[in-house]
């Protein structure tokens, strides 16, 4: 795609935020056809489907803090004049043309958009038909604010595909394809990965764990792991997998307050071998699968664990990739574990919920990539562009 110059662009983000502004009733009513629609039994993905006036207000935001970013294109990395005379210049390039492959969140329509916009990448949107309607509305209006300033609507592309239509797609694309990026579960991950033809960056799976150290300031420690675990179910960024320390002082205690507190809101629990003997009526894992689970529920599993060792490895073994917690008092014991735990976000004495663009700093987000080429955790402006060398000569020629 042409190059195009930054106040364009904006001007285009800043058409967005008024359409979307202007048509919150347009998009409420399409959103309504799709829950309307929608079985309530997967009460994560539903969640995912809502939009509100919130939910509009939070787009327009979004839009408008990628408009009143950089632009990240073109910018000099490095530089360097060789012996020869060469001058070598390393400079940020847009991708090309991204795929997104997303179920359930409207949202994605615009945060996917505005970003490879933004980046100067075309961008074709593949939502799941349980949010066909709303994103036809978003897209709409993508290709109204487009078309207000005389560019193209091939920037923002609706691939309105079922699953075989999208398989043939990804084997024989009619059009360039630079990037996929599947954001949803292991089977859509999967499907991509198997029938892709070029770079696939993967958005994985959640699986979150949380290790209290033998350290731990407890009442932090509950207030946490509360958080992590309730405060949003359906987000890729929450709690599943509670490890407490055998050595903690009151461990037998602590692991019935832990309990009561869990079951107070609502959250099911279940239990390794180790921790049946102390919440013996807790039901026991019944699989070692249910360790590698992202529950995307209220529920939760509780795990013993002899030391720091013994979490790091169980965490590695069985975790997305996503984001781990430790909490403990003990700084040298949490570098330790932020240094050896294998995810994208590592934390000590925090919430796994601040895996996330906007709360990161990062801004809109592409995905949480649990990738580590070319980037890791959450896909922001800065990540969505690539490189070039421009190199500068005289008549060199190489000997």
């Known amino acids: 795609m042409k190059l195009l110059k930054t106040d364009l662009k904006n001007k285009v983000l800043q058409d967005m935020e008024r359409i979307l502004d202007q048509n919150r009733e347009e998009l409420l009513q399409a959103n309504k056809k799709d829950l309307?629609?929608?079985?309530?039994?997967?009460?994560?993905?539903y969640d995912r489907l809502v939009v509100d006036q919130k939910k509009v207000d939070q787009m327009i935001q979004a839009v408008k803090e990628v408009r009143l970013q950089d632009d990240p294109v073109n910018k000099e990395i490095s530089t360097r004049e060789l012996d020869n005379g060469l001058k070598i210049i390393n400079r940020t390039a847009p991708f090309g043309t991204i795929m997104i492959i997303y179920e359930s969140r409207p949202d994605v329509t615009v945060e996917a958009a505005v970003l490879a916009f933004k980046a100067n990448n075309k961008i074709l949107l593949k939502g799941g038909k349980e949010a066909y309607h709303s994103n036809k509305a978003l897209v709409k209006f993508w290709h109204q604010a487009l078309s207000e300033?005389?560019?193209?609507e091939d920037f923002i592309q609706f691939l309105e595909m079922d699953r075989t239509q999208t398989q043939d797609f990804l084997r024989n694309p009619d059009q360039d394809?630079?990037?996929?990026v599947p954001r949803g579960g292991e089977r859509l991950i999967a499907f991509v990965k198997e029938h892709a033809k070029c770079a696939v960056l993967i958005s994985g799976r959640g699986n979150n764990f949380l290790y209290v150290h033998k350290e731990a300031d407890w009442e932090k420690s509950l207030k946490v792991i509360l958080n992590a675990k309730t405060h949003k179910i359906s987000a890729c960024n929450a709690l599943d997998k509670v490890l407490?320390?055998?050595?903690?002082?009151?461990?037998?205690?602590?692991?019935?307050?832990?309990k009561q507190v869990l079951t107070a809101n609502n959250v099911s629990i279940l239990v390794d071998d180790q921790v049946k003997k102390v919440l013996k009526d807790e039901e026991i894992i019944p699989d070692p699968s249910v360790w590698q689970e992202e529950f995307l529920a209220m529920k939760c599993v509780i795990g013993a664990v002899n030391n720091i060792d013994e979490?790091?490895?169980?965490?590695?073994k069985n975790s997305g990739g996503h984001s781990a917690s430790i909490m403990t008092e003990n700084n040298d014991v949490a570098k330790t574990f932020m240094e050896n735990v294998d995810c994208a976000a590592v934390y000590q004495n925090a919430s796994t919920r601040?895996?996330?663009g906007g709360q990161m700093g990062v801004g809109a987000e592409l995905a949480i990539?649990?990738?580590?080429l070319h980037h890791r955790g959450p896909l922001g402006l800065n990540q969505l562009v690539t490189n070039k060398y421009y190199v500068?000569?005289?008549?060199q020629i190489r000997v």
């Open 36 to 45: 309307d629609a929608f079985n309530r039994d997967d009460q994560a993905l």
């Open 149 to 152: 300033n005389g560019l193209l």
């Open 177 to 180: 394809l630079d990037l996929i």
């Open 244 to 258: 407490m320390d055998t050595q903690i002082d009151g461990y037998e205690d602590k692991l019935k307050e832990l």
């Open 311 to 316: 979490a790091v490895e169980k965490i590695n």
């Open 354 to 356: 601040f895996t996330d």
């Open 369 to 372: 990539s649990t990738d580590k």
């Open 392 to 395: 500068f000569g005289d008549g």
